[in-house]
């Protein structure tokens, strides 16, 4: 099966399964790349990615909660039991990260039901929450009074409840930008951090006895565990999950999961040499001084993640060259023309198939000029921003979307991508939503603290100075 197709086969079967649908492929510029083609061809059910934590391996440095966040909800996904599909590397799946059961361990809180607010406000500190003046992030929570605002680990918004007493009044979906409440809730799930559990304390102080630390860096990671073992919380919660934890996403495959691997060999190879990558790493930091020596690997091996794949009630295997005797299935597709940047031939091909009853999709970044020459030559297009829905046999549509290749599918479509149309793709760099900049971001910083800027790159924080201005006082 070439490379083109992946993206719509499995989309096609993550549509007709009943339950969710791991799309495992060999690394993370693949995932990257094939969960942002599968928004094309996917409709209806959830899609998501499980990232790669996005640090070097073992590099000492605070959490980016949106990783966390993202890797929460395809964790989340994986554990249901309804349709939905998500992309994840061999990188991705075999981090070491903390267990189905956590997540279980956590409150419930639903409205009419007693829940005294100072207790609850210990519960969540002892649980590894910071207690903040906002609850801007994953992990935060605050009291003012009769309401608590709290944003749980792990999830992508933050929620209001107020009390009568010691009873629940509401709940609330809490706007963080704006503070304002925006949607009633009847129920609220709190799960614990990470690395606020009995286990992962336990862990911790198990793994400060096994350590050694010979260096300034390696000092202040034994201080955070020190931390961790006595019940606090760090803002290193990303850095010592998958010290703390032995299991990994694998866990929290449900009994419904199907799972879709890419090319399982290059899969393997890919996971062994970040294995290599990630055991040097450790060595040069240890003899640097910047991490105790003695701490374990943070991902699972090739084998392990293999062997626990096969145990998924159903398993398909993507590849580009099949073998009949161990039941290879041949799909009816074939590969799209090429067209060398012949934009007028393509729109008059495009338009004989439609006449011979194909549908036809024009999937492009140039898809708004080449509307405008199928116009010039009197023809019929339909311009979509995405493929919500089959498209009619008979008919041209054209989609400004980036796609991996073209195929043709017997005499009922042809697909067509940049890559026939030009002989190349150009892939538009991946967007990742991010919440702006947290507000209390310069109370979190350290001197000597590294930033990277959007536009202006890598900087050292060198403090706050605060200066007179026209009569009032600002920051800079």
């Not at 929450?129 to 680990?153: C, Q, S």
């Not at 286990?199 to 000092?219: P, S, V």
């Not at 020596?293 to 062997?307: C, R, Y």
């Not at 439609?354 to 116009?375: H, I, N, Y």
């Amino acid at each position: 099966m070439p490379e083109g197709v992946r993206a719509p086969v499995a989309a096609a079967l993550a549509a007709r399964h009943a339950g969710p649908t791991l799309l495992l492929v060999a690394n993370p510029a693949r995932a990257g790349a094939v969960a942002e083609e599968l928004g094309l061809f996917l409709a209806g059910i959830p899609l998501a990615r499980l990232p790669e934590r996005e640090r070097l391996p073992y590099e000492f440095a605070r959490d980016d909660p949106l990783i966390a966040v993202e890797r929460a909800r395809a964790l989340s996904l994986l554990r249901g039991d309804v349709p939905a599909l998500v992309v994840a590397s061999w990188a991705a799946i075999a981090e070491r990260t903390a267990g189905p059961e956590v997540e279980a361990a956590g409150v419930d809180i639903r409205t009419g039901e007693a829940h005294p607010p100072a207790a609850l406000m210990a519960a969540l500190e002892a649980s590894g929450y910071l207690v903040a003046h906002l609850a801007d992030r994953p992990g935060t929570a605050t009291r003012r009074g009769g309401i608590i605002d709290i944003f749980p680990a792990g999830d992508d918004q933050a929620y209001r409840i107020e009390f009568f007493g010691d009873d629940v009044e509401s709940i609330r979906v809490l706007d963080v930008a704006t503070q304002r409440s925006v949607k009633r809730m009847t129920s609220v799930h709190v799960p614990p951090a990470a690395t606020g559990t009995h286990q992962a304390r336990g862990a911790a102080a198990e793994l400060l006895r096994a350590l050694d630390a010979n260096g300034d860096g390696a000092e202040l990671v034994m201080e955070q565990l020190e931390i961790l073992a006595g019940g606090g919380r760090s803002d290193y919660e990303g850095f010592f999950e998958p010290l703390l934890y032995s299991g990994d996403a694998l866990d929290h495959l449900s009994g419904a999961v199907q799972v879709v691997i890419e090319d399982q060999e290059e899969g393997e190879n890919a996971l062994r040499t970040l294995l290599e990558h990630q055991r040097r790493t450790r060595t040069e930091l240890e003899r640097r001084g910047a991490i105790p020596e003695g701490l374990p690997e943070i991902s699972g091996g090739a084998e392990h993640v293999a062997a626990a794949i096969e145990q998924a009630p159903l398993v398909v295997h993507i590849q580009r060259f099949g073998v009949d005797e161990l039941g290879a299935k041949r799909l009816p597709i074939t590969a799209t023309p090429s067209f060398a940047g012949r934009l007028r031939a393509l729109v008059q091909q495009a338009d004989a198939w439609a006449k011979q009853g194909r549908a036809v999709v024009v999937a492009s970044q140039q898809a708004l000029r080449l509307v405008e020459l199928a116009d010039a030559d009197g023809l019929t297009g339909d311009l979509r921003r995405a493929l919500t829905e089959a498209p009619r046999e008979g008919t041209v549509t054209f989609v400004p979307v980036a796609v991996g290749g073209g195929f043709t599918l017997d005499e009922r479509l042809v697909f067509v991508t940049d890559a026939e149309i030009f002989g190349f793709r150009k892939r538009r760099k991946p967007t990742r939503t991010r919440q702006g900049v947290r507000p209390d971001i310069v109370s979190t910083l350290e001197v000597g603290d590294y930033l990277v800027h959007a536009d202006h790159g890598i900087a050292r924080y060198g403090g706050l100075i605060r200066r007179a201005w026209t009569a009032s006082s600002a920051s800079t």
